[in-house]
């Protein structure tokens, strides 16, 4: 029997930020991580002198096979300042950047460094369609890929064995579409800041501007089965249940329990870090949970001495809208079987008892994968502080907050629970 | 002024394997950590079951790019049992297992794990040289390669700079090939373990035997000054001043301080670890010295307690034979201008009082990149233990060694200090 898990002394999270996610053609990844990384210092309400920075935690998925250039650490020590100290690249596929948060935290937690930079970088859009495809496929096993198992072939498969089991429909992907949009209208960061009702307006207009036949959706559940406006990608999943391809960077600053508010009034804390390992399809017996997750979870939930139900908001890895479902089961929001459930609902809304993916999520916030792990602390970050602005959740006494980010076909999951005092 | 650098509570290293280090057409990724993880399971002396392995930490490099298969943390973890316990891969170039070896070690003093598996693996050789130059110069910043900056135009470019700047020359080079082939004849698990006069032997042989012209030479050095022995890759860097391509794994146990006497007898003691990363090569102000390198070494003999006297033995970084000589001035070794003379004296061979690279370094046991940080440990391992076999060093009370390892163009460099006690 192992013993319980622990830090060996706390953790503070005292500055946050990240660039715009979005494809930018002419902004490379240093002009990315700059964006984050100033944005990150402006939050550090009592400033932070790079100089003052020990080591830098750096994920990154595919830079070194999309723009052929590896060894990321020196060039983003050097981009802020921070040459000669140490950099490491972490990779953990689209976990990439919660990877590097983790050894952020065990650095700092060791008592080696008393302030770690960690962040994350992805520039994917200057591929084609079909190279990310090819490019992303690395995370899993070639010869599941070779066989159809592309990312949104794994989730098709997944979603259609969790319908198999529990009685779910399109219908209640659409809530999560519907859910991801609404939130991230209100995320002037997001790659997609507009709502399906967003959408169908803008599309109504044009096809009236041009004299084509005007569509007469009546909501956006019947825009979400109009197979013109939201095709089959694999089914089930649809256009409208699959995240984008995203550049984007982000970044926190950890520093020493003791020191955190030498840093700002309102630090949070990591109290519970959890990391998990899958194996490939092939080898799951049963499609409609992530091992790793639950193991992720077990492990952040002890080191915190909390429960589920203590986490009162959560960004979760939504790649494909059928992911936001399971992981809400496999982090214990929700029994198996009843996410989809919650979700329709309205518990994961904004106004709900347990709002999810309040940023947008992957699905419309983007996803820029090695940027997406430090990217949901980055919200975390903002409910917890209040500084949310329109999409802030109304909670009363709002506290904890967590983080679940995927590699993968789920190879690597992580779970980060995060709480102001 | 910051604190010293301490770590949260000891770290033991109780276990060491290797594969052998070579080209090998018939070996993929798994097969090689197999080798190297049998190994070192047999190096536990009262056994180490796999179930009580907490996490893994995997360096490599290029196995995206060369063999499009990312995401290696969690095939590692399922082909040795530890799924769904967690796997991290950390990339920073040719330094990338030793990156490994610093999480392990501080996610180990951090209280949070107790028993942590740290390795690396690269497949190189299933690509020919001019892809496998192109993915190893990613490690680099790519304006510099494009202008003539591979690896070996980088070291051409450092040699003539120490040359200028301490009157060395060219002989002094091949002093350090010599005493890399004459260990590595004496490690079987070494890519090149033949002697200098092992080649020349058997190229004299063949010309014999198919009535060629029999070469003359009289000594290694005039072998090694004949250009068609011995052509020029990069001036002065010729053929048998650079390290090979390579395939292999090796890997090391790591284990809280207070377990340590419960895997063996003889447990060594990870005391010094540092860790610093260096700019590209145009803003280098000196190229006779590395910057990360000094960092590092600074940061490691901090953590000790020890100065750079105390280390007794050590494998670093020779990529190219200039590399040896620089950085054991960059360790304190030697002074400044002072490297090339101590290797003329044979104070760093395997009778000397500072052996360097008894193991035949990466010029001679092969550089398979993200497998040779954990690599260098195997070899100290053994000689701290008195099991290096024919090349032990007759050092009496032999009990300090370390391991400096390098990525890219000096981008990041670390070194470790153990200790047997």
Redesign the interface.
């Known amino acids: 029997m ?2 319980p ?5 706390e953790v503070a999270l005292v500055g946050a930020g990240m660039s715009r996610f979005g494809m930018f053609k002419d902004k490379d990844s240093k002009h990315l991580f700059a964006e984050a990384f100033n944005e990150m210092r402006s939050t550090v309400d009592k400033g932070i002198d790079p100089q003052d920075i ?3 935690y750096l994920g990154n ?2 830079n ?2 999309f723009i ?4 990321w ?3 983003i ?2 981009l802020v300042g ?12 689209c976990a990439s950047s919660a ?1 590097a948060l ?2 952020g935290v ?2 700092v ?6 302030v770690v930079l960690v962040g994350g970088l992805e520039e994917m859009s200057k591929r084609n369609t079909e190279e990310v495809t ?1 490019g992303l496929a ?5 010869y599941e890929v070779k066989a159809g198992f592309t990312f949104p072939g794994v989730f098709g498969a997944t979603a259609t064995a969790y319908f198999s089991r529990y009685g779910a429909n399109r219908e209640h992907l659409m809530n999560v579409t519907i859910k991801s949009h609404n939130n991230a209208r209100l995320n002037p960061k997001a790659q997609f800041n507009v709502s399906i009702r967003d959408i169908m307006d803008q599309k109504i207009e044009r096809a009236t501007r041009k004299g084509e036949p005007v569509p007469e959706w009546t909501d956006e559940k019947e825009f979400l089965r109009d197979p013109k406006a939201n095709p089959a990608v694999a089914w089930p999943m649809h256009l409208y249940d699959c995240c984008p391809i995203s550049d984007g960077a982000s970044c926190v600053l950890l520093v020493a329990g003791e020191l955190a508010r030498s840093f700002t009034d309102a630090p949070l804390y990591v109290v519970g ?1 959890g ?6 399809l092939h ?1 799951k017996e049963d499609l409609t949970y992530f ?2 997750t ?3 979870a077990q492990e952040a939930y002890e ?1 915190a001495g909390l429960r589920p139900e203590d986490v009162q908001i959560a960004e979760v890895h939504d790649c494909f809208s059928i992911a936001e479902i399971l992981h809400i089961e496999d982090l214990g929001f929700f029994k198996p079987g009843e996410g989809y459930k919650a979700i329709e609902e309205g518990l994961t809304g904004l106004h709900g008892s347990k709002p999810i993916n309040t940023s947008g999520g992957l699905k419309c916030k983007g996803h820029p994968v090695g940027a997406t792990g430090t990217g949901q602390l980055v919200e975390i970050w903002k409910q917890l502080r209040g500084e949310a602005g329109e999409r802030q959740v109304p909670i009363r006494d709002l506290r904890v907050g967590a983080a679940h980010n995927l ?2 076909t789920g ?2 999951c992580t779970f980060t629970i995060l709480e102001r005092r």
Chains 1, 2 share one sequence.
Do not use: C, W
């Open positions: 192992r013993r898990r622990k830090l060996g002394r020990d080591a830098l998925f595919t070194d096979f052929h250039q590896g060894h650490g020196p060039i020590s050097d921070l040459t000669p100290k140490p950099a490491t690249r972490t990779e953990g596929a990877l983790r050894e065990l650095a937690a060791s008592g080696f460094y008393d090819e690395m995370a899993a096993i070639p870090i990391q998990g390992s899958g194996r490939g080898a091992e790793a639950r193991y992720a080191v590699g993968g190879g690597t």
